[in-house]
């Protein structure tokens, strides 16, 4: 038996197969691109995907005799986007993707309505689907009239794998419809925002059978026999289904394009004053909180591009032992920032440049404060109530000792760094793939990966950087209340 794991990302899609012992056999990638065609908006072509797919799938049957034995598919997406379906099952538009900002107006104004953040168990983001909805509704009525459906990424390869229409609870929490309390549609929710249940795909918990691969498909693909395909995850449920965080207080940092800290919950414990996301795990009876930051290694990619050096020349230049706070600071605000400031406009800058200041110094306070906007996530998950004892590094970020050593050090807990490669959204894809198509656990499947290393914070430095994260809380301090 062997079974595929599908993590479609917003700059490429990861197909990762693994054996009947959840142990990888091999990979294949496919990138495609992000269009901008105006300043806040972030739009793809979902046709981009179904070509990366069948891409990626042709290079694994290519290399991997024992893609032949398939018997799961899981796919974990990027949340949020919004992928317009007519009656026909033809799309509308591209998707309008997680990081646009254009319906701040609309998100608003649903963020104020009584009982929406009740419901929703969050503030209404302008990243979120329901406030897109609202804006396409607004400013291209006649296509709005149009939709059937409207899909999540990974709910749209779900329909393209199984023909139907099928979303998990993890990922549709992060639309603003569903009552995460009670993982269902809330037709409260749908009418505020003008929706319809009918339009919404059907539901079913992440780690269940969604479906059964199109014949076509199978033929196609060359398999004999049927492929469960399962519920799936929004890629951060899915990543922490990769490191087996399913059970209170474990969880991760994840240092990509954007930074997150995420936290498992045995229960519901909704939190959206702290602008702390609350969404249904991926598998049922249990939920997750998140801090995001939408610009970590974002950050560092900027300052790569405005000194021609690479990222990783970059934080290489600074050796592993971690310096004392630098003199000059950065706030990682380049593309707006959800937690804790909830402000799509805020934006980023250095302080405290002189003459004297080198690359060096810039790239420290960049990591510096990444590590600070990470901090305030800390702090609102903290809010909630949750004990949070260590937390796992993933991401492309955790490849900087330097960066991790700080973050631990800001954070003032252990990083543990889980050996190999293979531990993300797509590894945590091919386990839900598992417990759908096979009687496996998810006690049995759902396990922790061996550690490698284990970062500790750095007790020479803690005072300092204390003072330093104050004084950075106090960069913006009108923005440090949430409504």
């Keep these: 038996m062997s079974f595929l794991g599908i993590d479609l990302g917003t700059s490429g899609l990861r197909a990762l197969l693994v054996d009947k012992n ?43 005799p024992a893609f032949c034995d398939l018997c799961g598919i899981g796919v974990a997406g990027h949340m949020h986007g919004a992928t317009l ?119 079913v918990e992440g780690s269940e059978c969604a479906g059964m691969l199109r014949s076509e498909l199978s033929r196609k693909w060359g398999l004999s026999h049927g492929v469960a395909v399962a519920g799936g995850a929004g890629d951060n449920a899915a990543a922490a289904c990769g490191i087996g965080a399913l059970n209170e207080g474990a ?11 995420l936290v498992a919950r045995n229960s519901y414990a909704a939190a959206p004053d702290a602008a702390v996301h609350t969404f249904c795990h991926a598998v049922p009876n249990h939920w997750y909180q998140m801090g995001v930051m939408l610009s970590a290694t974002d950050s560092l990619n900027w300052l790569s591009k405005i000194t021609g050096k690479r990222p990783a020349e970059l934080t290489r230049a600074l050796g592993e032992n971690i310096r004392p706070p630098a003199t000059v600071r950065f706030l990682p605000y380049l593309s707006g920032e959800r937690t804790p400031h909830n402000d799509s406009q805020i934006r980023g800058g250095f302080t405290g440049l002189s003459t004297a200041t080198s690359t060096e110094d810039l790239t420290c306070a960049v990591l510096e404060g990444v590590a600070f906007g990470l901090r305030d996530s800390f702090e609102a998950l903290g809010s909630t109530g949750v004990e949070i004892e260590s937390l796992m590094a993933i991401g492309g970020g955790s490849a900087s000792t330097y960066w991790l050593k700080l973050i631990a050090t800001t954070l003032n807990i252990p990083l543990r760094l889980p050996a190999g490669r293979e531990f993300g959204a797509a590894l945590g894809a091919a386990r839900l793939a598992m417990t759908a198509s096979t009687k496996s656990t998810l006690s049995e499947v759902m396990i922790a990966p061996r550690i490698s290393e284990s970062i500790t914070p750095n007790e020479d430095h803690r005072a300092a950087l204390e003072e330093a994260y104050e004084s950075f809380k106090n960069a913006y301090p009108g923005l440090r209340r949430i409504q």
Excluded at 36 to 57: F, H, K, M, Y
Excluded at 114 to 130: W, Y
Excluded at 251 to 261: A, E, K
Aim: aromatic fraction near 10%.
């Design 22 to 64: 959840g142990t990888p056999i091999g990979s294949a990638e496919r990138s495609y691109e992000v269009s901008n065609p105006r300043p806040g908006w972030s739009e793809q072509n979902p046709a981009d995907w179904i070509d990366a797919l069948e891409a990626a799938v042709f290079e694994l049957r290519s290399q991997f």
């Design 85 to 203: 379906i007519d009656a026909s099952g033809n799309v509308l538009r591209p998707c309008i993707l997680w990081n646009d900002v254009r319906s701040e107006k609309e998100a608003h104004r649903l963020d104020g309505i009584d009982h929406v953040r009740e419901l929703s168990g969050n503030i209404v983001f302008p990243g979120f689907t329901a406030p897109k909805l609202a804006w396409v509704r607004e400013h291209e009525p006649e296509l709005f009239a149009k939709i059937h459906k409207v899909l999540l990424p990974a709910a749209f390869l779900n329909n393209y794998l199984t023909g139907e229409y099928v979303a998990d609870m993890s990922d549709s929490a992060g639309t603003s419809w569903l009552n995460v309390a009670h993982r269902l549609w809330s037709n409260y929710l749908l009418d505020v925002g003008q929706m319809r249940e009918d339009q919404m795909p059907r539901l």
């Design 251 to 261: 969880g991760f940092v994840s240092l990509g394009t954007s930074g997150v800290i």
